[in-house]
């Protein structure tokens, strides 16, 4: 074993020097990934979680300059699903085995504290047995605190970059990192389960900004880190900047399953559309979370933070039985619990 992944075992960190040498070259890959996947094996065995996502508006009041449901998109098609419409998908993905709904929708200003915590109380109601999660953007604590009480359990807010520089050549003046990170503070001090995480790839990002995200959650201390390639959209003003690899997105996965080996980490769907079996990939490389869709499917192609992304034209059983085969095609097993991080 290469002395700094054994080092990593033992100390469970790193210092920066090794960091860079680890993200920088792919001579360790395979034997990271094989390390990675017997933490993740001791921790959670070979179980992999699901998360219902249901992607309720794509109406979105911010500019982020890599996404595709930015507010100046005007060739975005917008919708939200109605109150019902949210209640349908869930009791569909109910009956799928599904324990945990992810309500994700871009900041849309229509979905006040009032309608949001009626929809989570009601879903909290019908399924007592099943974690709310939301992914909302960025509120104020008391809104965070409100949702909580609706039933809330869990909360996902990528950071995207943990140095504020960076920050600001994703994102239009109006937003920053520090807001950013307060948003993350409060959700964790309200007693939310909180995901973050960062795009590889995207434009600008160098290796230290990479170990700047690593230190940052080691800070924050995150329940789940969702990492996933940045793919370029057509009507961004990224449109010209090439898309993030697969080999650093698994090999960031690996590292980062060393380095937080109780985290949920999603082999998330953009890794799952830069390569066909990179969910697959992602699951080898350390990761026990996947995230499929159960939006309608009349509306999930509009739903495109980047170009082609996959799963748009399926139904949510169709998913279902996709990633049945995928999953064990990888040597694991899809559970069907809520899905809490171990060691809580
Ligand atoms: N490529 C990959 N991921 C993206 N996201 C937004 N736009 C893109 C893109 N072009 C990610 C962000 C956001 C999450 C919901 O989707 O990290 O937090
Ligand atoms: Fe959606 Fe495979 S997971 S079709």
């Known amino acids: 074993m290469t ?38 094996r001791q921790i959670y065995g070979d179980k992999v979680y699901l998360r219902g ?32 419409e949210i209640l349908n998908c869930c009791k569909e993905g109910y009956a799928l085995g599904y324990r945990t709904f992810v309500l994700q929708g871009g900041e849309d200003p229509y979905f006040t504290d009032d309608r949001l915590c009626s ?11 099943c974690a709310v999660t939301l992914s909302l953007g960025e509120r104020t604590k008391e809104s965070y605190q409100k949702l909580f009480e609706a039933g809330a359990e869990r909360y996902l807010l990528r950071h995207e970059t943990a140095d504020a520089v960076h920050y600001a050549k994703l994102h239009p003046d109006s937003m920053s990192c ?37 230190r940052f959650m080691q800070e924050l201390s995150p329940d789940m880190i969702g990492i996933g390639p940045y793919i370029t959209h057509k009507d ?21 399953r060393l380095l937080f080996p109780y985290a949920l980490i999603p082999a998330t769907t953009a890794l799952g559309t830069i390569s066909h079996t990179g969910r697959e990939k992602g699951l080898k490389a350390g990761a026990n979370v996947i995230m499929p869709n159960l939006s309608p499917a009349a509306v999930r192609k509009k ?23 995928r999953v064990s095609s990888a040597g694991y097993r899809i559970v069907t619990d809520r899905g809490d991080r171990a060691g809580i």
């Open 119 to 129: 929809i989570v109380s009601e879903i909290h109601n019908l399924y007592p047995d």
């Open 3 to 40: 002395d700094i992944i054994k080092k990593i075992i033992t100390e469970h960190d790193i210092n920066d020097n090794e960091l860079k040498l680890l993200i920088e070259n792919a001579d360790s890959d395979s034997e990271l990934f094989s390390e990675a996947d017997r933490v993740r």
């Open 53 to 84: 996502l249901i992607e309720f508006t794509n109406y979105c009041r911010n500019n982020c300059f890599y996404c595709g449901i930015r507010r100046d998109n005007k060739n975005a098609r917008r919708y939200r699903l109605s109150k019902d």
């Open 178 to 214: 520090e807001n950013r990170k307060r948003c993350l503070y409060d959700l964790k001090s309200i007693g939310y389960q909180v995901g973050t995480g960062f795009m590889t790839g995207s434009p600008f990002q160098t290796t230290e900004n990479l170990i700047a995200d690593i």
């Open 303 to 325: 739903y495109e933070l980047y170009d082609d992304k996959i799963c748009t034209g399926e139904e949510s059983a169709q998913c279902r039985a996709c990633l049945e085969r």
């Open 236 to 256: 961004t003003p990224f449109s010209s900047f090439p898309s993030g690899s697969l080999e650093l997105t698994l090999r960031l996965i690996a590292i980062i």
